[in-house]
């Protein structure tokens, strides 16, 4: 989810030093998860350049959590290994999180994908392997416009799936299509 100014209707506010997510915001744009008894594992990016985005981190986990959507939220790190791929890592120090079991869980990756790896290639290539057996999404604090000037070969698209939540090879998607409410081109 991105919106680019003040929202009323998701309780969201952009800007670097005013995000604010609200837990009614986010049940609402979340709805269809409503009652899927589904975890969810939010994988922040650890990368230097998302420090300025903490404030937004801290309050957009806060709004996961309290909104009643998922079972458990687990929070982990989204880190770079040496060979360029996305790893996660456990947060203070512990081992990642348990990706393995019902096929329940949720991955959201919360980046401003600035770090070389994504342009490069590797990170996106890791969340792919993890999307062939859960859903993973990637959720960035930056809007289109200066999401297009990270290097990233960006493309909207519009998903299908039968069942909300489904690992990334089940959905259907159809390339470049208007959004409403997404700043267009």
């Known amino acids: ?66 909104s009643g959507v998922f079972g458990d939220v687990t929070v982990c790190a989204l880190g770079v290994d040496d060979s360029g791929r996305a790893v996660l890592r456990g947060s203070d120090g512990g081992g990642p999180p348990d990706l393995t079991g019902s096929g329940r869980r949720l991955l959201l990756a919360l980046t401003d994908a600035v770090d070389p790896a994504w342009r490069w290639g590797g990170a996106w290539a890791s969340l792919r392997e993890l999307g062939a057996a859960h859903s993973v999404a990637v959720v960035s604090p ?43 081109d």
Request: glycine share 8%; hydrophobic share 40%.
């Open 1 to 66: 989810m991105r919106v680019d100014s003040e929202d009323g209707a998701t309780g969201v506010t952009a800007g670097p030093d005013a995000h604010e997510w609200t837990a009614d915001g986010l049940r609402d744009v979340l709805a269809p998860l409503v009652g899927q008894s589904r975890d969810l594992v939010l994988a922040v990016d650890d990368g230097p350049a998302m420090s300025i985005w903490a404030s937004a981190v801290e309050s957009f986990t806060r709004a996961l959590a309290e």
């Open 142 to 184: 930056l809007s289109w416009w200066p999401a297009c000037r990270t290097g990233l070969d960006l493309h909207r698209l519009r998903l299908k799936v039968s069942e909300p939540g489904a690992p990334n090879h089940f959905y259907e998607w159809e390339p470049q299509v208007d959004v409403p409410g997404l700043y267009d």
